[in-house]
Structure formats: C-alpha cells, structure tokens
C-alpha cells in the first residue's frame, strides 16, 4: 500500500516503495547546483543524511535547509544532501543568497530517482515534487532512521535525526 502525508490536512498519496529501517539504501541519482551528478545512498565513508523538501523558494523548506546547515557545521563524518525538484540554478542562487555551504544541495528534475525513496508526491497539486522526508544511511549503506514528515508545511525533528546521526559516528 502507498504511504500518504498531509498537504495542509489533506492526504496525499506518494509514489515508491516504502522503506523500512535496516534496508539497503537505494542509489540514486541528483544533479547538485554545479550541474555536477551525484550519487546518495548506498554505502559511504560518511553517514549519510539525505533531506527531501518540495522547494527552496518555500518559508519551510528554506527554514530547514538553513538549520541542518547550522547543525552540522563542523561535524566530520557526515554528508547531507538537500534534494528538491528545483533546477540547479534556482539551488545555486538559493545557497549564495543564504551562504548554504555545509550541506550539498541538489536536483532530482533529470531522474526523478527519489522515487526510489517513496517520497515522490503522486497526486494533487504537488504531483511531481517530493515530500518532505529524512533519511539517515549508516556507512555501510543500510537505511538507519526515517522521518517522513507527517505534514508537508511542517518541519521534521532535528533532535531526532541528529541524535541517530551521533549514535552511527
């Protein structure tokens, strides 16, 4: 069965299938805002925090990629990536405007491959974007904690994700 989140109280059904914590994570594929691929998930030298927002250009997604910029400045061991549906040079002129240079931000427009993650909006006025989510992935590429935000305008748990984050490092 397709999992659902809430855009502003309404459920919306996403496209993918639903991971379980102790999975292997998919590969999947991102264009970052130097038109650069880049592959998340699967096994890594760093922990992996992989942020799925719809778009920069919202008050909620620009609010959370700011603080998981601030939360991991100076961590060793650990790579976030931000992915949205924004073109790389929306990203690129969103991370100057805002000296976003902790995380890595990138764009699943070319492969829409975080389906692989279930977190591609299936339906409603959202088709097509992804849902709000954090995925941790442990260095040998298993899925270790998922945080699929139950209410799209809302922010996820730092807290929670950081502290996962500690406990792998």
Do not use: H, W
Not at 59 to 76: D, H, Q
Not at 137 to 155: N, S, W
């Amino acid at each position: 069965m397709a999992q659902t989140v809430n855009l502003k109280g309404n459920p919306v059904t996403l496209c993918g299938p639903s991971l379980k914590v102790g999975d292997p994570a998919p590969v999947a594929y991102v264009v970052t805002k130097d038109l650069q691929e880049m592959a998340v998930g699967g096994i890594s030298d760093k922990v992996q925090i992989i942020v799925t927002v719809p778009s920069l250009d919202t008050p909620v997604c620009e609010a959370e990629t700011k603080r998981f910029n601030e939360l991991v400045a100076g961590m060793e061991g650990v790579a976030v990536c931000v992915i949205s549906m924004d073109l790389p040079f929306a990203q690129k002129r969103f991370c100057e405007s805002f000296n976003i240079g902790n995380v890595t931000v990138a764009s699943d427009f070319r492969y829409r491959d975080m389906e692989k993650y279930g977190v591609l909006v299936a339906e409603g006025v959202l088709k097509g974007i992804l849902a709000r989510a954090v995925f941790v992935v442990d260095r040998q590429g298993k899925v270790a904690y998922i945080q699929l935000v139950p209410e799209i305008t809302q922010e996820p748990d730092y807290e929670e994700v950081l502290a996962k984050v500690k406990e792998l490092l």
